[in-house]
């Protein structure tokens, strides 16, 4: 059970509402991560808003694989399993590939470069080497791009953060899966 | 020197610029840190809107400066801390004292003391905390909502953490150096 309440959409605060009912439209659901945070709309909002800020530029695959690798990273079960079932279901990610992602690795050459680099970020914490980022750039990532790669994985800690600490319960529309640190 | 560029406003992309000036007009500056991210105006956008969203949430303002500076302590960011230390000095809230102890994950005043050890714990556990490290927050007097706040105070800087971290923008501020070897 998870540590605080998780209301249901019609208990969830009147501000909450609108942004859990976009979930409803876009998932087809809402997860119990964003019922859990609703009940502070401005820590839902914030983060509705940073989700969708960030989608506008690196790239909606690769945002997931980089959600995969930090789950994992970060021993997240909740994130694991919610962001492999809507990695192959939002953006077609193969099971093979999200696999490799877990370990900051993916099928896709480029992309590959990118998850290596963020997984440096991280495991570091952000401690990472000039040659980390030299490695992105020479593998075709621009200025704005390797920001995006930050704020992404900066992004999904925050998520793991949250549902490491509430234990959220994991939705039934979300096969569980296990990290290996977990 | 920053691992990427740290753009004026009129160098930025085009779509930062609007943002940039924003914050110029806020601060009477614009701190390097927002001008390393507005090499991607997607994560600019994503990190001005959850800071300003958050800011009007339930969480007392001189709390969550205070959990800015628990937070960039454990992550080991030198240009957090020093922006944070410059940032509460001159607004003459905290003395020196409770500089020190909120470094540590403490503070002199006993309730935003039991937010900061739980602070300092989610941050360094990446939310790995215990049903007890929970209750004890909410016994302290945190509602559910508030305790939202307080992760998602944490997570934002982590976020502005490892994106220093990561891209070393240069120190704009008095130096402090955290203790965590990089």
Known sequence: MARIAVPALEEAPAKSQPILQNYVKVLGLVPNFFAMISQSPDALKAIADMHAALGKSLGHKTRERIHVMTAEVNGCNYCLS?????????????????ELNRDGHSTDPKADAALQFAYKVAK?????????????????????????IVAE?????????FNNTFKTEIDAAFPPLRTKAA | MARI??????????????LLAEVDQRLGAIPNFYRVVSNSPAA????????????????????????????????????CLSAQTYRTRKAGVLDDAEITANRNGASNDITVD??????????????????????????????????????????????????????????????VGTRRPT
Do not use: W
Request: proline letters at 3%; aromatic letters at 6%.
């Open chain 1, 82 to 98: 919610a962001h492999t079932y809507l990695g192959a279901k939002l953006q077609g990610l193969s099971a093979e590939d999200m």
């Open chain 1, 124 to 148: 570091g914490r952000g401690h990472i080497e000039d040659a980390d980022v030299e490695a992105v750039r020479a593998a075709g990532f621009s200025e704005a791009e390797i920001v995006d």
């Open chain 1, 153 to 161: 994985t900066a992004f999904s800690f925050i998520t793991n953060i």
């Open chain 2, 5 to 18: 560029p740290t753009p004026s406003v009129e160098e930025a992309p085009a779509r930062s610029r609007p």
């Open chain 2, 44 to 79: 600019l956008e994503a990190v001005l809107g959850f800071q300003a969203t958050l800011q009007g949430g339930a969480l007392d303002g001189l709390i969550t400066e205070r959990i800015a500076i628990t937070v960039a302590e454990v992550n080991g960011c030198d240009y």
């Open chain 2, 114 to 175: 039991a937010a900061l050890r739980f602070a300092k714990k989610l941050a360094r556990e990446r939310g790995h905390v215990t049903e007890r490290d929970v209750d004890d927050v909410k016994r302290a007097g945190y509602s559910d909502a508030e305790i939202v706040e307080i992760v998602a105070h944490v997570a934002l800087n982590v976020f502005t953490n490892f994106i220093n971290e990561a891209l070393k923008t240069e120190i704009d501020f008095p130096k």
